[in-house]
């Protein structure tokens, strides 16, 4: 029976996509190509395991394996060849989830803004979510 579940999307940022104000991304040794800017999609562990790291160390792990694996197996020039040792990592939180905020702020990143009308509910419409944006070294 699975405990834990992650899901997160590798990019880069571009001028289509830029990084939040709060955060500059980090560039590969040529100075020219951003590093990998990882979103995390979807987040939990069952309430059993919970407060005992592993949802900390799943994050941990996936980033690590996004950023080798995007250095080996990226089109040119997609990725950097060397993944900086710290990765950008971004979430949205709702804003109701304070346990989420607390283990995103215990893993160093920092709220930047909120964002109004996120996430659509049956209830009452709409939840609003905050941004969430640092660094994890992996």
């Known amino acids: 029976m699975p405990?834990?579940?992650?899901?997160?999307?590798?990019?880069?940022?571009?001028?289509?996509?830029?990084l939040p104000s709060l955060y500059k991304c980090p560039v590969s040794p040529d100075k020219e190509t951003p590093a990998p800017l990882v979103t995390i999609?979807?987040?939990?562990?069952?309430?059993?395991?919970?407060?005992?790291g592993i949802v900390r160390a799943l994050v941990r792990?996936?980033?690590s394996r996004l950023c080798s694996s995007?250095?080996?197996?990226s089109p040119?020039?997609?990725?950097?060849?060397s993944i900086p040792a710290a990765t950008v990592i971004v979430a949205q939180v709702a804003t109701s989830?304070?346990?989420?905020?607390?283990?995103?702020h215990r893993l160093g990143l920092q709220t930047e803004q909120e964002?109004?009308?996120?996430?659509?509910t049956l209830g009452s419409g709409q939840k609003d979510a905050y941004l969430i944006?640092?660094?994890i070294t992996v």
């Open 97 to 104: 989830n304070t346990a989420g905020q607390e283990f995103y």
């Open 76 to 81: 040119p020039n997609v990725f950097p060849r």
């Open 70 to 73: 995007s250095a080996h197996s």
């Open 61 to 63: 792990l996936v980033t």
């Open 115 to 120: 964002l109004r009308g996120v996430y659509k």
């Open 133 to 135: 944006v640092g660094q």
């Open 3 to 18: 405990i834990a579940f992650v899901s997160v999307a590798i990019q880069r940022a571009t001028e289509d996509l830029p």
């Open 41 to 52: 999609l979807t987040l939990g562990v069952s309430p059993s395991y919970q407060c005992q």
